[in-house]
């Protein structure tokens, strides 16, 4: 069956510092990839998404991901994060032409000024 | 404006109890899911359906049951509510059959069952 592990269940980081939040998941065929937030009090949005093509993918609010397929990862990084971005993250994946996505248990991220 | 709307935001209801939770949506989705949000174990996929009339279990069904019987409403329902199912309780919807569809997401309905 299909997994996901986020192994960062809380960063707690400085205003201006970087961030690189860690997403695994288990399944061997074509995978959609995707990091969904949720700020605190509101409902999650998508972050990003992966299909195909360059494996750099580039989100709203400055966040990027990397999909590396060797490693079955799909982390997410922002190079200088602001208060702002204090959120709960998290990664989801589906297989291929199937609507069924399942998420990782989220990482809370906090950032402080 | 895409739209999610969660009929109640907050349900206290006593164990044994039936729980039903609306959730309709305005963007003319095909699919509709149900997850659980609970700390630590993120969120989990209860039920969802692909069309009017049709569901599959997700990874935790046991104890619920849904119901679409229009495109734009889909319903969770808990035949007799348990205190292990108090949770934030959460729809979405999205386009297609793909996978590749952005997930909308309701506001969320915090069930506490006593």
């Known amino acids: 069956a299909q997994s996901v592990s986020q192994h960062n269940h809380h960063v707690i980081l400085s205003e201006a510092a970087s961030l690189e939040l860690g997403c695994n998941y288990s399944?061997?065929?074509?995978?959609?990839l995707f990091w969904y937030v949720q700020y605190p009090g509101q409902h999650l949005q998508l972050l990003l998404k992966?299909?195909?093509?360059?494996?750099l993918v580039k989100g709203i609010k400055g966040f990027e991901a990397e999909f590396i397929k060797s490693k079955f990862s799909f982390n997410l990084r922002k190079p200088s994060v602001q208060w702002s971005d204090t959120a709960e993250y998290f990664c989801?994946?589906?297989?291929?032409?199937?609507?069924?996505?399942?998420f990782g248990t989220g990482t809370r991220l906090q950032v402080f000024p | 404006d895409v739209k999610v709307t969660q009929s109640s935001r907050y349900l206290v209801k006593r164990t044994g109890e039936k729980v039903f939770l609306e959730c309709v949506q305005d963007?003319?989705?095909?699919?509709m899911f149900w997850y659980r949000q609970d700390p630590g174990l993120g969120l989990r996929l209860i039920y969802f359906s692909y069309d009017v009339k049709m569901k599959e279990k997700g990874d935790i069904p046991e104890g619920y049951s849904v119901s679409r019987e229009k495109k734009e409403r889909f319903s969770l329902i808990l035949e007799s509510a348990s205190t292990n199912q108090t949770s934030m309780y959460l729809c979405a919807s999205n386009r297609g059959t793909s996978g590749r569809w952005e997930l909308f997401f309701g506001e969320g309905s915090r069930l506490t069952v006593l």
């Open positions: 963007m003319d989705h095909e699919n």
């Open positions: 989801a994946v589906n297989s291929h032409n199937t609507d069924k996505l399942i």
């Open positions: 992966y299909f195909s093509g360059d494996p």
């Open positions: 399944y061997g065929g074509t995978v959609n």
